[in-house]
């Protein structure tokens, strides 16, 4: 006969260890953002706090990211620190949303860059140019200054953004594509110098475009030459857009003075989020794509992938107008957003600045180009000139520093934190070289294989991920195919 046990439902029972994860992340978001919310520009230490605190919530999502957490979970998260915790700090300080937009837009700089030097291993020095084809493009058709398109009534109407947009993508990556022929036999020093020799090009060629006609009475000025393209427009914004701004300031008691100004500066901060958040998914599926792997063969040996049927000119050529299309579109918003371009914003130290970003994310990590703009950027905009301003705000109370009796007057001005920008770049790429050769996030196919450079034979098995196997020499031998780990 059978017998039944009758069992007592017991309700589940909630694991703390599980959500201890997610009570941190809130936490500390949480934490941050109050503190930032207190701080007072009329406060003696201000510089320094915000100095310290604005890095640590522009932190919070990769901390969020690297916690084992839900993945929608994840994403709520991270969707509510940028959509709705950043722009109430713009509304309180609008530098906090001028800095992190000019972070997104050299995140996704970082990112096209880093397709063609991380994925295909084109070091490319003469990135810059793809971003001034793209700014350039927007700022020649609806400046003011007296060019020949203003002369001859071909100014393009504020409306037309979003297909200069389109355009320049286009533009960059034809621009790309150009540059990629010349090259296709060269590789390392000698494809460096010469993409180098590029962008100065491309510099020069907007410096000395104010004049091509050797008629002095008719000139022909086409950029403006070293004075710069002055008043570009922006796009026009809908009425309905200010209203809603000014009734949520007001609805969240943080009124501002310049609506439309503080409009337009959430309105490109969303737009280069967009665009950013774009060439990171356009980037990763490439990476995992067939596409990805062919840049990879190229990337280690050009030779051997060519042989085994990889189209190296095809591909490199895409490479290069991938990487140079991001830049496009970027360059297009970066002029309507400062509304003023010129030669000096296109130097060949800002492919240098951009390369460091990608060498301290990580060459090949789609996530550690976008962390090492954070590094980047927030080093060079923010926390070095703290620290001056914050040496400064000292000296006008004529400040003691405790304990050493040092008057603060006496610190000299050559000593200035914001004077040695280029030192501490230059510190952190070769303490990252010696430490972290692979960056600060690194792909792991990237870090795998610098690890085999530097002969270590084995790799934990939680750096690999689920799509990379290691198949050993002795393996291939075995008669019994092993399993995927």
């Excluded at 070293?226 to 701004?245: E, K, N, T």
């Excluded at 990889?310 to 591909?315: I, L, Q, R």
């Excluded at 460091?356 to 090949?364: E, F, K, L, P």
């Excluded at 000299?412 to 280029?422: K, V």
């Amino acid at each position: 006969m059978a017998t039944y046990t009758i069992s007592e439902n017991k309700s589940p029972q909630l694991n703390w260890r599980e959500a201890l994860p997610t009570i941190f992340a809130i936490a500390y978001v949480l934490v941050v953002f109050t503190l930032l919310r207190s701080l007072s520009r009329t406060d003696l230490w201000f510089p320094t706090y915000s100095a310290i605190l604005f890095p640590m919530f522009v932190f919070s999502p990769f901390i969020i990211f690297a916690l084992k957490i839900p993945l929608e979970l994840r994403a709520v998260l991270i969707a509510i620190i940028g959509l709705v915790l950043m722009p109430i700090l713009g509304m309180q300080d609008s530098f906090y949303l001028e800095l992190i937009t000019q972070i997104a837009i050299f995140a996704a700089m970082a990112i096209g860059l880093n397709v063609v030097v991380g994925f295909a291993g084109l070091l490319d020095l003469g990135y810059v140019a793809f971003f001034a084809v793209g700014a350039y493009l927007w700022g020649i058709f609806t400046s003011n200054a007296n060019t020949i398109v203003r002369a001859t009534g071909a100014q393009a109407a504020p409306e037309m953004f979003w297909l200069f947009l389109f355009l320049g993508v286009i533009a960059a990556a034809i621009t790309g594509i150009l540059l990629g022929l010349p090259v296709l036999r060269l590789r390392g020093d000698y494809l460096a110098i010469v993409t180098l020799g590029f962008g100065e090009i491309i510099r020069i060629l907007v410096s000395n475009l104010s004049n091509i006609s050797s008629n002095r009475r008719n000139p022909i000025n086409i950029t403006n030459g070293a004075q710069g393209l002055p008043g570009i427009v922006s796009p026009p914004l809908p009425d309905f857009a200010f209203q809603a701004v000014e009734g949520l300031t007001n609805a969240l008691g943080l009124p501002v003075n310049n609506v439309r100004a503080f409009t337009y500066q959430l309105f490109y901060y969303g737009l280069v989020l967009l665009v950013c958040g774009l060439a990171a998914l356009i980037a990763a599926r490439l990476d995992n794509s067939p596409i990805g792997r062919a840049w990879t063969a190229i990337r280690e040996d050009e030779v051997a992938a060519q042989a085994m049927g990889v189209p190296k000119v095809k591909m490199k050529l895409l490479a290069f107008a991938m990487g140079a299309s991001f830049a496009g579109a970027m360059g297009v918003i970066f002029a309507a957003r400062n509304t003023f371009v010129s030669p000096e914003s296109f130097s060949f130290i800002q492919s240098i600045f951009i390369l460091a970003i990608v060498i301290v994310g990580g060459m090949g990590s789609i996530r550690g180009a976008i962390l090492g703009a954070v590094i980047v950027t927030l080093l060079n905009l923010q926390v070095l000139k703290n620290f001056s301003l914050q040496i400064n705000a000292l000296k006008n109370i004529d400040w003691v520093v405790p304990i050493l009796n040092f008057p603060i007057r006496d610190w000299p001005q050559q000593l200035e934190p914001a004077r040695y920008e280029r030192f501490v770049f230059g510190l952190l790429l070769i303490i990252m070289m010696i430490f972290r050769p692979s960056g600060v996030w690194p792909a792991k196919r990237r870090q795998m294989e610098l690890q085999e450079a530097m002969g270590k034979e084995e790799i934990p098995e939680k750096e690999i991920e689920a799509d990379v196997v290691v198949i050993k020499p002795e393996d291939l031998l075995s008669q019994e195919p092993k399993e995927k780990p």
